[in-house]
């Protein structure tokens, strides 16, 4: 699986931004995605993840209730929907996929192919 994410950019504090991520390949369907960020200097840490039909989606405590991930599988394509964005939100954005199905997931070495991350930078 090959992963193409887009959607990164200047927004200010409070503005939006969707992020996507585009998959290669049939077996889009069959892997939870993920979306984990980088931001200088720290590790990498998660954002949000949605299962193989989109039916249950996990958050992080610092994104719940301002970012929403989902996906079309038709289009092999997961979405991270951003609002009300805090500069802290600053970082690069990667979108990943694992065949396991568990959407609880945080650690970054459990996802199987990873993207080329997007930049997203947040003034204030």
């Known amino acids: 699986v090959q992963l193409q994410a887009s959607g990164g950019g200047l927004a200010q504090a409070g503005g939006s931004l969707e992020l996507s991520c585009v998959a290669s390949?049939?077996?889009?369907?069959?892997?939870?995605m993920g979306w984990f960020r980088q931001a200088p200097g720290k590790e990498r840490e998660f954002v949000a993840a949605i299962s193989w039909n989109g039916g249950s989606s996990y958050y992080a405590d610092s994104v719940k209730g301002r970012f929403t991930i989902s996906r079309g599988n038709a289009k092999n394509t997961v979405y991270l929907q951003m609002n009300s964005l805090k500069p802290e939100d600053t970082a690069v954005y990667y979108c990943a996929a694992k065949r396991h199905p568990i959407v609880a997931v945080t650690t970054p070495y459990e996802y199987d192919y990873w993207g080329q991350g997007t930049l997203v930078t947040v003034s204030s």
């Open positions: 390949g049939r077996t889009f369907s069959t892997y939870t």
